[in-house]
T-cell receptor
Framework: EAQVTQNPRYLITVTGKKLTVTCSQN?????MSWYRQDPGLGLRQIYY???????DKGDVPEGYKVSRKEKRNFPLILESPSPNQTSLYFC??????????????FGPGTRLTVL | AQRVTQPEKLLSVFKGAPVELKCNYS??????LFWYVQYSRQRLQLLLR??SRESIKGFTADLNKGETSFHLKKPFAQEEDSAMYYC??????????FGAGTRLTVKP
């Protein structure tokens, strides 16, 4: 089944403890992206990747890192999480973004709480 | 700066009534606009895109460049349309901006 998977789905952690949220897609998509969803703010893009080893900042990259060593994986890294990073995180992928017909496929979301 | 505005956070209509979810954007170039929907306990998914000029689940959206709007409309709302709706804009072939979302509730 073609899909985007994220792990873990739920995570409670403490300030400063490094964590990684994994994202994987099995559709051979070139484009991958991370968003955070907050009440009243909707979805905001954190980082995106056009292809392997190509990543770029979105709207709210501060406090996050990403890597794209393989096409299928795009982990989100929080080196030193803080309470303001408590949010619902979505990974998404798309074949590419060069045409208007491309649809982004979203993962199920990861609810992160930083105490 | 590129921006997508959805002025209504909450919208409630009765079953069978027309519904319009508003979306305005700011972008000086040629926009590519989408509507995404998130039903309860489901993933965010694409509803429709302006380039396709399609009608999905009875919804349509027309791009009005003069008013910089991309409102989502349905003539007769159904209870199963209750969901969170996001308007989205892509630009420069890389970036995507989402609006804050509108929660639609269709009452029986």
């Amino acid at each position: 089944e073609a899909q985007v998977t994220q792990n873990p789905r739920y995570l409670i952690t403490v300030t400063g403890k490094k964590l990684t949220v994994t994202c994987s897609q099995n559709m051979n998509h070139e484009y991958m992206s991370w968003y955070r969803q907050d009440p009243g703010l909707g979805l905001r893009q954190i980082y995106y990747s056009m292809n392997v080893e190509v990543t770029d900042k979105g709207d709210v990259p501060e406090g996050y890192k990403v890597s794209r060593k393989e096409k299928r994986n795009f982990p989100l890294i929080l080196e030193s999480p803080s309470p303001n990073q408590t949010s619902l995180y979505f990974c998404a992928s798309s074949l590419d973004m060069s045409t208007s017909y491309n649809e982004q496929f979203f993962g199920p979301g990861t609810r992160l709480t930083v105490l | 700066a590129q921006r997508v505005t959805q002025p209504e956070k909450l919208l409630s209509v009765f079953k069978g009534a027309p519904v319009e979810l508003k979306c305005n954007y700011s972008y000086s170039g040629s926009p590519e606009l989408f509507w995404y929907v998130q039903y309860s306990r489901q993933r965010l998914q694409l509803l429709l895109r302006h380039i396709s000029r399609e009608s999905i689940k009875g919804f349509t959206a027309d791009l009005n460049k003069g008013e910089t709007s991309f409102h989502l409309k349905k003539p007769f709302a159904q209870e199963e349309d209750s969901a969170m709706y996001y308007c989205a804009l892509t630009y420069n072939n890389n970036d995507m901006r989402f609006g804050a979302g509108t929660r639609l509730t269709v009452k029986p």
